[in-house]
């Protein structure tokens, strides 16, 4: 009943037919009154506190919830694929089995340590179940492709004592900045150059998260001679690069110019675009703003990491000092000083790292649950440049990868329901930047920390399957209802605003839409949200991704 | 979540932007205003945020529509796009770290680029409670917005300190030159100005004063 009063009450003062979707005097957002709301999702009160939202209010998401489903099941489109639609999937309630457990996924391995089947089985059941919180931290090394899928464990320790080396290093060059005390990495870099040039392209060679853009510098760089046996192994993934490289031309053509030839990281954006999009940045631009943003993340995570009661105030004000994190305040728990200074460490890394991202903010925010899983600073850096791989693009400066998810989750919504797409048109709302903060962030700021990584695990899980090219015979059976995909957060976040469909047509301006997606946390539930987005990648799957790739060949 | 449409009464309606580097304190000062509240550690702006108030002008219900951007500069480009529409703005930089002062005059000129010419500015210096880290003086922040013809006050949301005087007089002077246009016009403002209406703030010459910190009466 409530949701219906809701949506009742959005009719009245829905009213209006003007076509201003901000003009000054819209009747939007009215629901936001100084007393009974908080602005937006916002931030500060949503840390910890995501799940105390009005019982009365989430449950009538529930009701509207239901009513839609229904809507939805009948609509025109679902018709043709109605027989696949209808299988549950992995996510539904009634499937969904234990998360994968610290004996299952012992027995995963064989007797040398590799994963059976090259991790076939592993990938499907963290994909349909989650992972066991207390096997995160090794479990995240395989999904974020630190450690290959195909390797040994002799070959992962010899791995991971190159990955510390190398992240030594950049903490290092991180420390010198420091004491400089200036932004440019100029200098640095020439000192350097021989010895990072040969050390950055070894870690895009090496095994991992390769996307179209490694394979574009491997086979361009005569260096590609090196002695890991891990090589061996990339090779053999390679065909599942060719199907990336399909869906992603734009980053192969741009990454053609950059790539081998300087000390970063193979980067999107060509040369030109650049030097448009000059902006005022510079490292230590980044040092201030990743100081700022460490200081003020987020905190959920405490309850959560182990760990964190063990930090000894000495051990945290070291570690502060030791990145140069000064201005905190006195009273701040030693755990979060420590969670702190960890986010200054890696983030600051990473910017050297990857100095053509270098560090945005959202960043901290996907940092921040990794780093309350894994206490190793080299293994949760690395964790992170996996993640990076693909997230790296929305945070690029042209703004090309976020506007292509963007243009993704609208496309579902086109395809799923055009009266709603209309409807966003006549807002002007059709681009979908209402969700930015969701692709952005990927639901962190949405969801609660525990359901946050749900999600990230699912989501890795699909991501890490198609890099690994496993899409064909042991795959068979799930593709024919939910091929794993790229982009199962873009359909998670078009499901969303397709279960708001009766709601959204209530509102008269973009400004509405806008409130009611920072309005959302605190009441999302994962596995239902994945249930969605699953008859979704089931129904449009194989239209999207065409139409995906017809847009970027013009 | 607050979806009492039952409260949607007012006047007018006023949309205001909150720009200015990361971490100046914009979303505690919007949090300050509409629901009296301060975090410590809020987390950083992604893309844009808004919340609304309403306040009372002569005998005249003004709600305002308060939109937080994000500050990092690689966001201007998504940010810019909300200033559409905007009539006024509180432009704020942090007391105590000079480079966000410095940066006013990139923000000021985003704003303008963006926004209606006859906007309503106002600088904002805040974190005032900071004394003893204070890096820029009241006179070189006043002589500044002088020059550019805004506004100016010193806030901490920490104490609340100028935070309501802010943002009314920011809102009065709108719905001044609102109503001053529409006596002009020899129109009743309400009706001159339904719903759902741009409302053109008036010349410049309307909003060059400088107006000393807390003279406003709230």
Not at chain 1, 27 to 40: D, G, I, K, L
Not at chain 1, 115 to 137: E, Q, W
């Amino acid at each position: 009943m409530k949701a219906l009063r809701r949506s009742h009450t959005s009719t009245s003062s829905g009213n209006s037919s003007s076509p201003l979707p901000s003009s000054t005097s819209l009747p939007s957002s009215s629901s936001t009154t100084s007393s009974t709301s908080p602005p937006s999702s916002n931030s500060s009160s949503s840390s910890s506190s995501s799940s105390s939202s009005s019982s009365s209010s989430s449950s009538s998401w529930i009701h509207l919830r239901s009513v839609l489903f229904v809507a939805n099941l009948s609509s025109p489109s679902s018709v043709t694929s109605s027989d696949r639609s209808r299988r549950k999937s992995p996510w539904s309630r009634r499937k969904r089995k234990w998360a994968l457990t610290p004996h299952q996924w012992r027995s995963l391995f064989t007797p040398e340590g590799k994963l059976r089947d090259g991790g076939v089985g592993f990938l499907k059941r963290v994909r349909s179940r989650g992972v066991d919180p207390s096997i995160r931290a090794e479990v995240w090394l395989f999904l974020l492709g630190v450690y290959d899928l195909n390797s040994t464990s002799e070959e992962r320790e010899a791995v991971n004592t190159q990955k510390r080396k190398e992240y030594e290093k950049l903490q290092r060059r991180c420390k010198m900045l420091l004491k400089r005390g200036n932004g440019s990495t100029d200098d640095l870099e020439e000192e350097e150059a021989d010895d990072q040039c040969v050390r950055f392209m070894d870690d895009y060679k090496t095994p991992g998260p390769m996307t179209s853009q490694d394979v574009v510098s491997a086979a361009n760089t005569d260096s590609s001679d090196t002695d890991s046996c891990e090589d061996n192994e990339d090779v053999q993934l390679l065909p599942s690069f060719v199907y990336s490289d399909e869906k992603k031309p734009e980053e192969e053509n741009n990454n053609n110019n950059s790539s081998g030839e300087n000390c970063s990281p193979p980067v999107a954006s060509s040369p030109e675009i650049q030097v448009e999009l000059t902006l005022h940045e510079d490292f230590s631009t980044w040092q201030r703003i990743i100081r700022l943003d460490a200081l003020r993340a987020d905190s959920d995570w405490a309850t959560y990491s182990s760990s964190s009661t063990a930090i000894t105030e000495t051990k945290a004000r070291g570690l502060a000092e030791s990145v140069g994190l000064k201005d905190y305040d006195d009273n701040l728990e030693s755990c979060r000083l420590y969670h702190a200074a960890r986010l200054v460490a890696i983030l600051e890394a990473y910017a050297l790292f990857d100095p053509e991202i270098g560090y945005c903010q959202g960043m901290s925010d996907l940092l921040s649950p990794i780093l309350a899983v894994i206490s190793e600073d080299h293994e949760a850096f690395w964790c992170f440049v996996g993640f990076m791989k693909k997230a790296r693009h929305n945070f690029r400066l042209d703004e090309a990868g976020i506007q292509r998810q963007l243009g993704i989750v609208s496309k579902i919504i086109k395809s799923k329901d055009s009266q709603l797409y209309k409807h966003l048109e006549n807002l002007q709302a059709e681009d979908c930047s209402f969700v930015y903060r969701m692709v952005l962030v990927m639901f962190r700021r949405e969801l609660s920390f525990e359901q946050t990584l749900c999600l990230w695990e699912v989501m890795w899980a699909d991501q890490a399957a198609i890099r690994a090219g496993v899409g064909k015979s042991p795959w068979s059976r799930i593709r024919q209802q939910a091929p794993p995909t790229d982009d199962l957060l873009l359909y998670a976040i078009a499901a969303l605003v397709l279960r708001r469909k009766l709601i959204i047509q209530k509102y008269s301006s973009m400004d509405e839409i806008v409130e009611e997606c920072n309005s959302m946390a605190g009441q999302l539930d994962v596995w239902k949200l994945l249930d969605d987005a699953h008859h979704l990648v089931v129904t449009l799957h194989d239209k999207i991704e065409t139409l995906s790739s017809q847009s970027l060949s013009i | 979540m607050g979806a009492y449409r039952a409260e949607d009464d007012y006047d007018y309606l006023f949309k205001v932007v909150l720009t200015g580097d990361s971490g100046v304190g914009k979303s505690n000062l919007l949090s300050r205003f509409t629901r009296n509240d301060f975090s410590n550690d809020s987390r950083a702006t992604i893309g844009v945020e808004f919340a609304t108030r309403s306040i009372q002008c002569d005998d005249k219900i003004v709600k305002a529509q308060i939109w937080d951007t994000a500050g990092q500069e690689r966001y201007r480009a998504i940010t810019s796009a909300y200033y559409r529409g905007a009539v006024g703005a509180l432009l704020v930089y942090d007391v105590t770290r000079h480079v966000t002062f410095e940066n006013v005059e990139r923000w000021l000129k985003e704003l303008r680029d963006h926004t209606d010419a006859n906007i309503v500015i106002m600088l904002v210096g805040n974190k005032a409670d900071l004394r003893h880290l204070r890096a820029i003086s009241t006179e070189d922040a006043k002589g500044f917005a002088e020059r550019e013809n805004t506004f100016f006050m010193e806030t901490s949301a920490l104490e609340a300190l100028n935070v309501e005087n802010a943002f009314t007089e920011v809102l009065t002077e709108i719905y001044r030159v609102v109503s001053k246009k529409a006596l002009e016009a020899g129109d009743d403002p309400t009706t001159a100005l339904p719903k759902g209406q741009t409302i053109n703030v008036g010349g410049r010459d309307d909003i060059s004063a400088v107006k000393k910190p807390g003279c406003c009466s709230a």
